[in-house]
Every structure is written in structure tokens, then in C-alpha cells.
């Protein structure tokens, strides 16, 4: 089991940046696949990106281009570099990890507490 706790989450407007970070405690996190998810009010969690113990990366369509997944197993962490943010990216943003690769499903078992991004045009 791993534990997880997000952050860099926040407030910003059309077209602005934010990185997230999602410090992993409690096992090395590079034997675990990561991905970050999101879910806006009334809506589904999505997967949002996800990266396998390789480094090798998968994004939704809905942020190819704008957000980057990456992880430094050194430091037990996984980040995702949100660029050109739209008011549509407005979610709750979690991280999850398993030994399994879901891809992008949620079938993960180890989740974050969520960090809130609100994107305003």
C-alpha cells in the first residue's frame, strides 16, 4: 500500500499554468503505475494522464498538448505540468497508484485526497 497526498492545486484564469505534485509514502512508488484523474461537480472521474514504472506516458485527448505526467522515484513523487488551462479543466484532481496498469480507468486502490484546480475565463 502506498499513501498519497496532492498538491499544487489553485486558482487561475484562461491560459495559465499550474503544476500539481503527489507525494507517495509508505513503498516505493517505483514499483507502482501513477496517473492523475479529475472529476468536476455532477460529472465522472476521468483519467487525465497516466505513466508506467518505464516513464513511458499516456494522456486523455482532452489535454494532449497542454499537460505533461512525469514521476522522480527518487523523491517518491509524480507531478503533472498543467499548461494552457480552460475553464473546462475546472475539477477536483486526484492521483492514484497501483501495482496493476488500469491505464486510464479507476480500477487504481491507492488514491490522493484530491487538490481543487478552478480555471476562470
Known amino acids: 500500500q502506498v499513501q498519497l497526498v496532492e498538491s499544487g492545486g489553485g486558482s487561475v484564469q484562461d491560459g495559465g499554468s499550474l503544476r500539481l505534485s503527489c507525494a507517495a509514502s509508505?513503498?516505493?512508488?517505483?514499483?507502482?503505475?501513477m496517473a492523475w484523474f479529475r472529476q468536476a461537480p455532477g460529472k465522472e472521474r476521468e483519467g487525465v494522464a497516466t505513466?508506467?514504472?518505464?516513464?513511458?506516458?499516456i494522456y486523455a485527448d482532452s489535454v494532449k498538448g497542454r499537460f505533461t505526467i512525469s514521476r522522480d522515484n527518487a523523491k517518491n513523487t509524480l507531478y503533472l505540468q498543467m499548461n494552457t488551462l480552460k475553464p473546462e479543466d475546472t475539477a477536483m484532481y486526484y492521483c492514484?497508484?497501483?501495482?496493476?496498469?488500469?491505464?486510464?480507468?479507476?480500477?487504481?486502490?491507492?488514491w490522493g485526497q484530491g487538490t481543487q484546480v478552478t480555471v476562470s475565463s
Open positions: 492514484a497508484a497501483d501495482r496493476i496498469f488500469f491505464v486510464l480507468r479507476t480500477g487504481y486502490r491507492n
Open positions: 509508505g513503498d516505493d512508488v517505483g514499483h507502482y503505475y
Open positions: 505513466i508506467t514504472t518505464g516513464g513511458a506516458t
